[in-house]
């Protein structure tokens, strides 16, 4: 039984590792400036751990088919190296790994968190609420006009609580249910909830963050590539909480600059 | 350290002195284990129904209705109950047989009796536990009963959405005050437990027993007991505080200007993620809490069923301290995209990618001493063997979320329920099931049934891996968690690969119900078992009797002369010298 239960761990790990090696699922391709030092952490960290997870359930299976078969009189034999060696291997090998994964990570992280938006970027306002997204572009004054709590209202419409007829730099907000980006060009996303957590996930986009009640967050990114991708929230908000999507269109310049104006026109 | 019995309680003689209402430490042990039993019952039930929703979306499941008219009209499930389900699930599982059965059950019953005691020290306070633990669970499935049903925000309860009341959704009024009790009753049985297990280890070790020749699986409870006692302490006064926001009108977690249904709430001032980093505080160790009593039952059913000890002791000793130590330091990677210090991100990145040193040198440990070993395949070593295979591939996967830059792609999608079901659910629970096969025998004094035992193994060990590894890619297509549908474009594709899982969730789990019949059926119709059916060394096995009497020992506290695990020697009984053996070994290995 112990030379099948061998095989059995060796054909699970082997089969669990096809599907990582084929992509057969995989991130969807990356179409953010920022992504590209995050899928190489990915696939750096998908060969440390692929070949720590199949060295070690093999060596598992190989042990327990050999030993569970020792002859009665056998002796016990100990490991050349003992406790010391697995200690040291396990400090040089992994330590030497994490580290590295740590070190590379942080990298990563830091090329997308500790720099700052360029002056020129583009600001979109997105706001979180059970179970929409709703965004807003500052209009021709590059102003966003205040929020006043007390309006918001969905039976209004008024989602974002602005007052256009008295705030001067609401008058030309644009509020919209879907978002536009133009192409190439950096976006500087700032983010509130009205209610409770929610989150802003776009896996093409590589970009990933949570909406916390009480915090305004903001993010930056560029996209690269033309294309209609779906924004989804990860962060339980209540019973329609699968339900919470919204599209995100990256557009050329010129489509997007029509598309902002048609949105104009409807507010 | 005590030399002679000296009976701190009289063996009981009414039945509910005897089997309700028991001072004595194996009954609460087995009151425990009855209790992680029923939940585990119920959690699994839950779990194939979110299984069958997320498969196949529409279908009626015969029944339904009758568990909630509400929530299954025309016993099709609702949004919103499956995530009352789902809740209800992960709260179950995690404390209710998580942490009940490894530590709680199998502690009670086998701490005091490896360290030579007739009982713990404060045999009141354990029969409380036990009895808040029970009130505890009372309180969640009193839930189910209330108008809108259980709490659906998850285990983990995030606020604001928890903390707003009934507003929030179905469930977030009474049903979140409920789960909140519920769980600030149960850390007040862990804290107590926790106590007992402490005092025992240091103060309750017969003559000879230092504290290097504990056996593997009381330092796993002692550590573990050190873990509870810091851990629940912070969780309790959370929960108190989350129920104060519903019942008295305070704003711990509700800040300024929320705004539900138009309407804004009468809430100033509080902090989303003072929450996050309360709940996580304990929500980490938690993990740890879980798994570290499976890795101190795992090594010690594996070293007797190898025939030698492990390569260190001392160093698998360390490397648990290791763990629990760790554990509070990298709860923040829970946190990475909520809004937290992009710094504090890197700070807490390196100690969670550092806890994998400990990790591996205690699976290097295991794989180290199966080299060379005389290893005996049954039910119990299989089920710690498919342990080791189970951390291994849970582990690995803790890699990727300990790094911030891959959190961005990983976080709240399947691939973290993979990870956690893998290292924390499944590992946890071959621990739980080689327990149970290795101590069977002691508790009821009749063997479980091998052939019934194997065949449960199988079907359990490689559907988890059906279960649990498709979680993993799910995660890295993007498939986020806590969706009731799969209605997102991109997510559609995916869902074969759902259904795949609820059949062989199915599957697996039906295979439980082998365990079950064993279980039953040994108990009362099992083979005999020898006063010793392993040949193991700990003092378990020096008690006079199967189950041992009331007072362990029956009046006579052993002497220990050798380290836990004399295996692999010229013993006079053969290849092992039992710890309170007074013989001279010639090849002798003590470390101590």
């Known amino acids: 039984m112990g030379k099948f239960f061998a095989v059995t ?3 699970i790990a082997i089969l669990s590792a096809i599907p990582i090696v084929r992509h057969t699922w995989w991130m969807a391709p990356d179409i953010s400036t920022h992504g590209a030092p995050i899928d190489e952490q990915m696939s750096e960290t998908m060969a440390e751990a692929g070949i720590s997870f199949l060295a070690s359930q093999i060596l598992l299976a190989v042990f327990i088919w050999v030993f569970s078969n020792s002859k009665p009189g056998a002796k016990i034999k100990t490991f050349p190296g003992g406790a010391t060696a697995m200690v040291l291997g396990a400090f040089l090998l992994v330590g030497t790994e994490v580290l590295a994964l740590g070190a590379f990570g942080a990298k990563a992280w830091g090329s997308i968190y500790f720099t700052p938006p360029s002056a020129n970027a583009m600001p979109v306002q997105v706001q979180a609420g059970q179970f929409a997204f709703y965004f807003r572009y ?14 918001v209202s969905e039976a209004n419409q008024n989602f974002f609580g602005i007052d256009s007829t008295n705030d001067a730099d609401a008058k030309d907000d644009i509020v919209t249910a879907e978002v536009a980006i133009p192409v190439n060009r950096e976006i500087h996303l700032l983010m509130h909830s009205k209610d409770v957590g929610h989150s802003f996930f776009v896996p093409e986009l590589r970009v990933h963050q949570d909406f916390v009640p009480g915090l305004d967050l903001s993010m930056h ?7 209609r991708y779906e924004i989804v929230c990860t962060q339980l908000c209540g019973l329609g909480h699968y339900n919470m999507k919204a599209y995100l269109s990256v557009m050329s310049q010129e489509d997007f600059d029509s598309w902002l104006k048609k949105q104009a026109a409807l507010q | 350290m005590h030399d002679t019995a000296h009976t701190a309680h009289q063996a009981p003689a009414s039945f509910i002195r005897k089997h309700v209402f028991s001072l004595d430490h194996k009954v609460i042990g087995k009151q425990y284990y009855g209790l992680a039993f029923v939940a585990v019952l119920v959690g699994m039930v839950l779990s194939w129904l979110m299984r069958i929703h997320l498969g196949w979306t529409n279908y009626a499941i015969p029944g339904l209705h009758l568990l909630s008219a509400n929530g299954a009209p025309g016993n099709v499930m609702t949004p919103e109950y499956y995530l009352q389900l789902m809740t209800m699930h992960a709260t179950i599982m995690v404390f209710f047989v998580l942490t009940t059965a490894p530590f709680a059950a199998f502690g009670n019953y086998f701490l005091p009796i490896q360290v030579g005691a007739e009982d713990m020290p404060f045999p009141r306070f354990n029969m409380m536990s036990f009895w808040v633990t029970l009130t505890a669970f009372l309180a969640l499935i009193a839930s189910f009963f209330v108008s809108d049903g ?32 519920s769980i600030a009753i149960f850390c007040v049985g862990q804290l107590l437990g926790s106590l007992n297990f402490i005092t025992t280890t240091l103060d ?3 003559k000879g027993l230092s504290l290097w020749r504990l056996p593997l699986s009381t330092w796993g409870w002692f550590i573990t007991s050190i873990m509870g006692l810091t851990a629940f302490a912070v969780l309790m006064p959370a929960c108190i505080l989350l129920i104060l926001d519903h019942v008295a009108g305070t704003s711990f977690f509700v800040p300024s200007n929320t705004i539900i ?5 009468p809430h100033t001032g509080g902090s989303t993620l003072l929450w996050q980093h309360l709940f996580w505080f304990f929500g980490h160790p938690e993990v740890y809490i879980a798994i570290v009593p499976g890795m101190g039952i795992v090594s010690h059913v594996l070293i007797t069923n190898m025939r030698r000890p492990m390569l260190s002791h001392r160093t698998l000793v360390y490397s648990f301290g290791a763990l629990a130590v760790l554990s509070y330091m990298v709860y923040g990677h829970h946190m990475f995209v909520s809004g937290m210090n992009p710094v504090s991100s890197i700070a807490f990145s390196f100690p969670t990618l550092i806890i994998t040193i400990p990790s591996t040198i205690v699976v290097l440990i295991w794989l180290g001493s199966l080299y060379g070993a005389k290893l005996r395949i049954n039910s119990a070593s299989l089920f710690s063997l498919g342990f080791i295979s189970m951390f291994i591939s849970g582990g690995v996967s803790g890699f990727f979320l300990a790094q911030p830059s891959l959190d961005i792609m990983l976080h709240a999608t399947y691939f973290v329920v993979g990870h956690f079901h893998m290292v924390m659910g499944v590992a946890a629970m071959f621990g739980i099931f080689a327990g149970t096969y290795f ?26 891996y059906c279960i649990f590894m498709p979680f993993h890619y799910l995660g890295l297509a993007g498939n986020v968690r806590r969706y009731q549908a799969f209605v997102v474009d991109y997510m559609q594709p995916l869902i074969p690969v759902h259904r795949f899982i609820t059949v062989a969730a199915l599957v697996t789990g039906c295979a439980q119900l082998i365990f079950v019949y064993n279980l039953f059926y040994s108990r009362f119709q099992g083979e005999v078992a020898p006063a010793n059916p392993w040949e193991a060394t700990s003092l378990e096995w020096s008690t006079p009797s199967s189950p041992p009497p009331f007072d362990n020992f029956g009046g006579k506290l052993p002497v220990v002369y050798h380290d836990p695990y004399q295996y692999g020697v010229e013993g006079s009984n053969g290849d092992y010298v039992m710890q309170d053996s007074p013989e001279q070994i010639e090849s002798a290995r003590d470390e101590a």
């Open chain 1, 138 to 151: 500052p209009g021709p004054d590059g102003k966003f006009g205040p929020i006043h709590p007390n309006l």
């Open chain 2, 204 to 206: 309750m070790r017969t």
């Open chain 2, 261 to 265: 249904n138009d309407q804004l709430q």
């Open chain 1, 221 to 227: 990114f560029t996209a690269t590539k033309v294309g």
């Open chain 1, 9 to 11: 761990i060796i054909v």
């Open chain 2, 439 to 464: 101590w069977f025998p002691k508790m009821y004094g009749r063997m479980m049934n091998e052939t019934l035992g194997k065949i449960h193994f199988w079907i359990t060990f490689v559907g988890a």
């Open chain 2, 150 to 181: 259980p709490t659906l925000g998850g285990w983990t309860q995030y606020v604001p959405l928890s903390a707003v009341g009934a507003v929030g959704g179905p469930g977030e009024g009474a049903g979140v005050v409920l789960w909140a009790t």
